[in-house]
């Protein structure tokens, strides 16, 4: 069967390059449009992670429902305790403390509303890796009152490195209080609305400023952005969940669970498109095949070949088309992957961010095991009515078609 099949494949050349042509092309349009979509989210995972929020944020319960308002009523006061307990865990590369805090930022001629974070600079330099500095440099230990500012600050306040501002803010008791800073860098992250409004100064200047010593936030770098669960799960069980909730990166930054969701359903319709083109394509080429065949089965009846053996032939040619055609696919789709990623493809600042990024092509294989799936199943459905409708002639009326 097998044998007779792939010879019959052969017998009409153009037709069946055109078959197969149609399925390379939609699994290879599946690889390469899966690819582009699952790179452009781990990069803005990564961005996110590497230029705000760390991949894994440890807080005082209640704090991400209500600390935004009110940052003084959930700190850590025992900040190096949390980090004792969680030190011992494998795949954490790093933890820094942090402080939030919202006051008025001024340049001695206008405020404007800051949302601000004291931090532990060398160590928040290693985390914020994708942490664009545009203007200056990046915080160190050794800048007690310095201040890096986000581009929408400076330019509505016309800083630059060196100039000279006031921070007020409130302290956790309620008094007013101020801090004279320097300016010593500024920063673009991936949203203009953080960079708009953020602040960071170091975390000693910080308790200074709210006259506390406690921190809000305990923020976990891991050596692997996929040991996230596993590390947030462990942390769950260490600390007394009655004091503390242990977030993720994508917990805290809901967006990016919207985006993955907004292109899945995406893909989701891509892959529908495809499976529907690949099997009126297929279906198109299979039905002429059969129509022009249809006398050489009438034959093949007469001399004692069954209409199930009829119906099978034409599935297994089938079968053979879609699993050569869905493997070249996908071996032209990881090749064009691999080009594609070598070069790269500027891309533009998404929306409502700063930055633009390079685009590669990821090489996911569940992602190729599904186009090859759907290359293959698209072709063999496509075969199974013209095969059922062949079978089911009459003898006597196939016959006629050699006349």
Not at 258 to 281: D, G, H, M, N, P
Not at 323 to 334: P, Q
Request: neutral net charge.
């Amino acid at each position: 069967m097998f044998s007779l099949a792939f010879r019959n494949i052969f017998r009409q050349k153009v037709r069946t390059a055109m078959t197969l042509a149609a399925i390379v092309f939609g699994v290879l349009g599946l690889i390469l449009g899966g690819g582009f979509i699952q790179d452009m989210l781990t990069q803005l995972a990564e961005t996110i992670i590497h230029s705000q929020s760390g991949h894994i944020q440890i807080n005082r319960k209640g704090f991400f429902e209500s600390g935004s308002r009110s940052p003084e009523k959930f700190l850590i006061d025992r900040p190096d305790e949390v980090r004792t307990t969680s030190a011992s865990l494998p795949g954490i590369d790093d933890q820094m403390a942090r402080i939030s805090f919202s006051g008025l930022l001024n340049n001695g001629k206008t405020d404007k509303s800051v949302l601000g974070e004291g931090i532990e600079p060398d160590r928040e330099t290693r985390l914020g890796s994708l942490l664009r500095i545009i203007a200056g440099r990046q915080l160190t230990n050794d800048d007690r009152y310095g201040a890096l500012v986000g581009e929408g600050i400076a330019t509505s306040l016309k800083l630059e490195p060196g100039s000279r501002v006031t921070l007020v803010a409130n302290s956790t008791e309620g008094a007013l209080n101020t801090v004279e800073l320097e300016v010593v860098g500024v920063f673009q992250s991936f949203s203009k609305e953080f960079d708009a409004s953020a602040v960071r100064i170091p975390l000693a200047a910080a308790q200074e400023l709210l006259a506390s010593a406690g921190v809000n936030t305990i923020v976990v770098s891991l050596q692997r952005t996929s040991d996230t669960d596993r590390t947030v799960n462990s942390l769950r069980q260490l600390l007394d969940p009655d004091d503390y909730e242990v977030r993720a990166w994508y917990q805290i930054n809901d967006f990016y669970e919207k985006a993955v969701a907004l292109y899945e359903r995406q893909f989701s319709v891509l892959i529908l498109i495809i499976l529907v083109t690949v099997l009126l394509s297929v279906a198109n080429s299979v039905n002429m095949s059969v129509s022009e065949r249809v006398g050489e089965f009438g034959t093949m009846m007469a001399v004692g070949n069954r209409p199930g053996q009829i119906f099978r032939l034409i599935v297994v040619e089938n079968v053979l088309l879609g699993a050569s055609g869905a493997a070249i696919g996908a071996a032209l789709g990881v090749l064009m992957a691999l080009a594609i990623s070598a070069v790269g493809v500027p891309m533009p600042p998404p929306p409502n961010a700063n930055l633009g990024y390079t685009a590669h092509v990821a090489i996911v294989p569940s992602q190729i095991a599904l186009a090859f799936a759907v290359g293959f199943l698209a072709t063999v459905l496509a075969s199974l009515f013209p095969a059922f409708r062949v079978a089911r002639i009459p003898v006597v009326e196939a016959l006629r078609q050699n006349v």
